[in-house]
């Protein structure tokens, strides 16, 4: 048995996977959720991070942080937003890491994203201002890890889109589209989004709690291929057992639709299922350098988003849209 860690965030997408790799590699997992569930964990504590005290003995005897607990998703939700984020992303970090000083806590790896970062410059991110709610939470806590000295090895990955079995967000609500077949078949636009499978980050993550060269650095996680709508579009096909249909549609009848959709958010005061800036995240690229990593940790990427695209078709919900 190598110690205890501590998982925040133990019950959402990354979390079981990263506590099973963990377990699998002879450590004691402490999970962290607010609601109680079931996983692959020695202990769960239930906790709302950044409302509620952290107990004292929380991090006792504990080797390693992997804080992963907090509100996801890039999207703004009216004027409490940037409220609503800071308390859940940045502050249980700042509690987190006062905890861990407490405590003599050795490591803190913090789940981090790349909207931390302003996607509109090329890739030169550091001294950018992220652009949402979303990616301000994400860089304050970043601060914090890296710069408050509250641990001995700090580490912040700024993780692209995550795929792997039971998608959320934008690739299931993408998938759900070209299944129910409302999704048109868009041409090569030659945009590109980077991304990584699940089990790639886990292993970055355990890489870098061990790594002393990981101290104090930031790295940014893909697979090393963007992809781009057109390609993703046709690996879902692919793995519905489905043809590619042969006629595209003209990208400039969507640009007309999200105008439209702007017009009617404005007039309604709320926005339309169906604009500029979700037109933007359907066919706009999104890509990171994630070479610092490989060079410096030897990092290797192993899953492909094609090669995975069968297995998150065949076990995402037909339920729910969103
Ligand atoms: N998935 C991605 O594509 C992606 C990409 C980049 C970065 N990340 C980052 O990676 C981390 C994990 O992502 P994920 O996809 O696993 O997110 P997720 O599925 O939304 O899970 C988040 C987890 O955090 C818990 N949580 C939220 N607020 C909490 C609080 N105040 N106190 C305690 N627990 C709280 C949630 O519990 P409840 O279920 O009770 O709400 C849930 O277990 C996040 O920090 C995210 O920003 C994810």
């Not at 991070?49 to 999207?75: S, Y």
Request: hydrophobic share 40%.
């Amino acid at each position: 048995m190598q110690g205890i860690v501590i998982v925040t965030g133990a019950s959402g997408f990354l979390g079981p996977a990263l506590c099973r790799a963990l377990k699998a590699a002879g450590w004691r997992v402490h999970a962290v959720m607010r609601r109680r569930a079931t996983g692959p964990w020695d202990k769960a504590v239930t906790l709302d991070l950044g409302r509620h005290c952290i107990p004292d003995d929380l991090l006792a005897d504990v080797d390693c942080v992997f804080h992963l607990a907090g509100k996801a998703h890039a999207v703004a939700q009216g004027n409490d937003a940037d409220e609503e984020y800071r308390l859940a992303n940045y502050q249980s970090t700042l509690d987190l890491l006062a905890a861990a000083r407490v405590q003599g806590v050795r490591g803190f790896v913090y789940f981090s994203s790349v909207k931390a970062m302003d996607e509109d410059r090329p890739p030169v991110w550091v001294g950018a201002t992220p652009g949402t709610p979303y990616g301000r939470s994400k860089r304050a806590a970043e601060e914090a890890v890296l710069l408050s000295g509250s641990v001995a090895h700090p580490v912040v990955l700024r993780s692209s889109l995550v795929y792997g079995p039971h998608p959320k967000g934008y690739l299931a609500r993408l998938i759900r589209a070209v299944r129910a077949g409302w999704f048109p078949p868009l041409p090569e636009l030659g945009n590109g989004r980077s991304m990584v499978h699940r089990e790639d980050l886990v292993d970055a993550a355990i890489a870098c709690a061990h790594e002393p060269r990981a101290r104090g650095r930031t790295y940014v996680v893909t697979d090393g291929t963007p992809y781009s709508t057109r390609q993703i579009y046709e690996f879902i096909l692919e793995a519905l057992g489905r043809r590619v249909p042969g006629w595209t549609l003209p990208v400039g009848l969507l640009r007309l639709a999200a105008l439209s959709g702007d017009g009617i958010g404005r007039l309604r005061g709320r926005r339309f299922i169906f604009d500029s800036e979700v037109l933007e995240k359907l066919i706009g690229s999104a890509c990171y350098d994630g070479a610092p990593i490989a060079r410096e940790l030897g990092f290797q990427p192993r899953r492909t988003l094609r090669d995975s695209m069968a297995e998150m078709v065949s076990t995402i919900s037909e339920v729910s849209w969103f």
